[in-house]
């Protein structure tokens, strides 16, 4: 993917449920690393920021439609530090559900927000009783945790039709419902966040070429700023709008992301978490043949002095501090080299395994940005590599430290896992360079320092 390279990071971001059952994902871009992740809706509760994406599956002969959205449930995710993020299980199934369609496998992009110490988890799908409607319904769970459990609601809310629900609760209280269904829409709600306080309304001057869904509404300074997807060409772009009214009228005021070649759609949201705001988007990395597949990924969003969005290019390395002794994966580059660099998947039929970094060619370089040597002092590094023939790799910190050279094996052209004893008096955040300086080829998956 030719735009992703030379991103440089800006800043950094520095409950068991279900049985018990959770696990842990280290992530750059994409931020899951086990399972489809799309339509990513991010909230701040108390000290962790929780995401709350769809969950795309392949479908087959006995669910779903083989070329389209497939999507049975939903998953809820947590992190101090947006590095780490611990999965917390399934919080709603498509067949648990009172009014929704057992096999209708159109659990789509989500929102959950919180009020009175209740979790109100909106999420769309299809209907199993036609007295309810044709088309998608938005249905309500709640919890007293963010993490769950979460019991869904007999009926999906009255006089809401269509998908993408958002949640905003403004400065006064009032709490606003906005979906799409060709266009936008927004209404009050009720104190009790179950039922519309006003009759629906389409939000006025915005684009009228091309569809427009995924809405997205937060204030900053007093401004309104409605964000959503658009095609205003052939695939979806992310795009903002600004008023001084959560129902506008909104005055369209620029793109927050260009379209992602190779994936149709994008979907987003927007968040301050310590003194930095984020945009979550999504891509199909782990999926770049068929874009109805797709991952949560996240990066830094900056705003002008007039309050306008300055565009997000997006990267690999995302955001976050990694630690020197964990697996830096350098495959989720800052910046790479023009030729003799190249990324590609680890294991094509897993693809979830992850990618490799080949460097080809004498000099062949990636960076990869904000890792955390904490107070230094390491004696070891590791690297999972392969080499058809020995190699040489350079490992260099960007102040303060002598290049580290290491030799590499030849390990058959397999993947081996090697320690090299290193003096690497390092501390604090350093940028990493890995560089070839031999004349043969070396394949690198990760390193870590101990």
């Known amino acids: 993917m030719e735009f992703l390279k030379f991103?440089?990071?800006?800043?950094?971001?520095?409950?068991?449920?279900?049985?018990?059952?959770?696990?842990?994902?280290?992530?750059?871009?994409?931020?899951?690393?086990?399972?489809?992740?799309?339509?990513?809706?991010?909230?701040?509760f108390g000290d962790k920021v929780y995401l709350f994406p769809s969950h795309d599956i392949l479908a087959n002969k006995e669910r779903g439609r083989i070329d389209w959205f497939c999507m049975e449930d939903y998953h809820v995710f947590s992190s101090s530090n947006l590095?780490?993020?611990?999965?917390?299980?399934?919080?709603?199934?498509?067949?648990?559900?009172?009014?929704?369609?057992?096999?209708?496998?159109?659990?789509?992009a989500p929102d959950c927000i919180e009020r009175n110490g209740k979790y109100y988890f909106y999420f769309p799908s299809t209907p199993k009783d036609s007295t309810l409607g044709r088309g998608f319904k938005i249905g309500v769970a709640v919890a007293d945790r963010p993490e769950g459990p979460y019991i869904p609601e007999a009926l999906p809310i009255k006089n809401v039709n269509g998908i993408d629900p958002n949640v905003f609760i403004d400065k006064d209280g009032?709490?606003?419902?906005?979906?799409?269904?060709?266009?936008?829409?927004?209404?009050?709600?009720?104190?009790?966040?179950?039922?519309?306080?006003?009759?629906?309304?389409?939000?006025?001057?915005?684009?009228?070429?091309?569809l427009k869904e995924g809405p997205y509404l937060f204030e900053r300074g007093g401004i309104y700023y409605l964000t959503y997807p658009h095609v205003e060409n052939k695939t979806e772009r992310l795009e903002y709008a600004i008023s001084d009214n959560p129902l506008g009228p909104f005055k369209f005021k620029g793109v927050i992301m260009d379209e992602t070649p190779g994936c149709w759609t994008n979907h987003h949201s927007i968040l301050p978490f310590k003194n930095q705001w984020y945009l979550f988007y999504h891509a199909n990395d782990f999926s770049p043949a068929f874009d109805k597949a797709r991952s949560a990924r996240i990066d830094s969003l900056f705003f002008n002095t007039d309050g306008t969005i300055q565009k997000v290019i997006p990267s690999?390395?995302?955001?976050?501090?990694?630690?020197?002794?964990?697996?830096i994966q350098i495959d989720r580059y800052s910046q790479i080299s023009e030729s003799g660099a190249s990324v590609s998947f680890l294991d094509t039929a897993d693809k979830f395994k992850g990618w490799k970094t080949a460097l080809n060619k004498p000099n062949a370089w990636v960076k990869y940005n904000s890792v955390d040597f904490g107070s230094g002092n390491f004696t070891n590094l590791v690297a999972r590599v392969s080499a058809s023939k020995a190699s040489d790799l350079q490992i260099l910190l960007n102040k303060g430290t002598r290049p580290i050279v290491i030799k590499i094996p030849a390990t058959s052209g397999a993947f081996q896992t090697i320690k090299v004893p290193v003096a690497v008096n390092a501390s604090g955040i350093h940028h990493i360079t890995v560089k070839a300086i031999g004349a043969n080829a070396v394949d690198v998956d990760w390193i870590r320092f101990e």
Do not use: C
């Not at 994902?25 to 991010?42: G, V």
């Not at 690999?316 to 697996?327: C, E, M, P, S, W």
């Open 174 to 210: 009032q709490a606003y419902l906005y979906w799409s269904a060709g266009n936008i829409y927004g209404a009050k709600l009720k104190e009790n966040m179950l039922e519309l306080a006003s009759d629906p309304v389409i939000l006025q001057d915005l684009p009228t070429k091309g």
């Open 83 to 108: 590095t780490d993020w611990e999965d917390h299980g399934v919080i709603v199934t498509q067949n648990k559900v009172p009014w929704v369609k057992p096999d209708s496998y159109s659990m789509w």
């Open 7 to 44: 991103k440089n990071i800006k800043s950094l971001a520095v409950a068991l449920f279900m049985a018990g059952i959770t696990s842990q994902a280290l992530a750059q871009n994409p931020i899951i690393h086990n399972q489809f992740t799309a339509d990513p809706s991010a909230r701040v």
């Open 316 to 327: 690999l390395r995302g955001v976050g501090l990694t630690k020197a002794t964990d697996k």
